[in-house]
């Protein structure tokens, strides 16, 4: 199976280097600096579950790219994913399939417009990773989960071929019938992380030490009733799992988009928290606090904006 990775970052680095790993056909569609980068230190991977080292990695500029390939994995941010597409859509042929690794939903109406329905999976990933100054991707948790399946819930020969390939790699490959459902409970936790730990601008451990554990709560309540009355409710067990990680005592837990936020970077706010909300108010479902993470998101990003000009 030959499969293009669209760029080398966090998570595509890291999923297409264990792939790398275990000698499958594989290339990093990359801009001309990573790709130097690559050539130059190769793909470096820092892990507990292990470290990868591969030296010149399979690499492909958008300019090159000319060929369909089997399978498309695509993890860019959201606000990337114009830009994506228009870089690999070259590589989609008659048979392509693409599993997206983003967060939410809306990308897979984009990308059903764009290649049509019968091409795009659902798919999700479970794993906190960065790429460092330098290149190198650092795993910093105990997970690296990759589910994926058709979204009518069927087990169809294509992705048969797909758990077959991911079997052997270093990281946990789980093909499932229930991929939406999947999908829309990571959203609510996610949604509920981000919310949460951008507008108070903490991990949930100082959250909840400040004595403010109901708001987690509260915002996991909203983002659960959107899911449900989206066709999606998210299970007791999901949910419980949900609430024990977002109320823990001293926890480090943040959102990536809370270090994004940080390093005074772009976020995925309308993908991730907009998109929800909007979701949820086509059928009346009230969220407050949603409302007011979400535009305080849209005010950093108003902020970030007018500095920006200002430089």
Not at 36 to 42: R, T
Not at 156 to 173: D, H, K, L, M
Request: proline share 5%; charged share 20%; glycine share 10%.
């Amino acid at each position: 199976m030959r499969i293009l990775v669209v760029g080398a970052g966090a998570i595509g680095g890291y999923f297409g280097g264990r792939l790398l790993e275990v000698k499958q056909d594989v290339t990093f569609l990359v801009r001309e600096r990573r790709a130097i980068e690559l050539a130059g230190s190769g793909l470096q991977i820092q892990s507990r579950h292990g470290d990868v080292n591969i030296a010149d990695p399979s690499s492909v500029l958008a300019e090159k790219l000319d060929t369909p390939f089997d399978l498309v994995l695509l993890s860019c941010k959201a606000f990337d994913l114009d830009s994506a597409i228009a870089s690999f859509a070259p590589a989609v042929g008659p048979d392509t399939v693409i599993l997206p690794l983003l967060n939410g939903m809306r990308h897979l109406d984009i990308l059903s417009q764009r290649f049509g329905p019968e091409r795009v999976l659902g798919g999700l990933a479970m794993i906190s990773t960065v790429l460092e100054p330098g290149g190198r991707i650092a795993h910093l948790n105990d997970f690296d989960v990759v589910a994926f399946g058709e979204r009518d819930g069927s087990r169809s020969a294509r992705v048969e071929a797909i758990a077959a390939t991911f079997s052997g790699a270093r990281f946990t490959s789980r093909l499932t019938q229930t991929v939406l459902q999947e999908m829309w409970e990571k959203w609510v936790f996610i949604a509920t992380c981000a919310g949460l730990t951008c507008l108070m601008r903490a991990p949930i451990g100082d959250i909840v030490t400040a004595g403010a554990a109901d708001l987690c709560t509260s915002l996991l309540s909203e983002c659960a009733a959107i899911a449900g009355s989206q066709g999606f409710p998210p299970s007791p067990s999901s949910l419980q799992q949900s609430q024990a990680l977002l109320t823990a005592p001293g926890s480090g837990l943040a959102a990536s988009m809370f270090r994004d936020i940080e390093r005074h970077a772009p976020t995925e706010g309308d993908h991730m928290l907009g998109d929800l909300l909007q979701r949820g108010e086509g059928k009346g479902v009230s969220s407050p606090l949603l409302r007011v993470a979400y535009f305080h998101l849209k005010s950093y990003e108003a902020r970030r904006a007018r500095e920006g000009a200002k430089g």
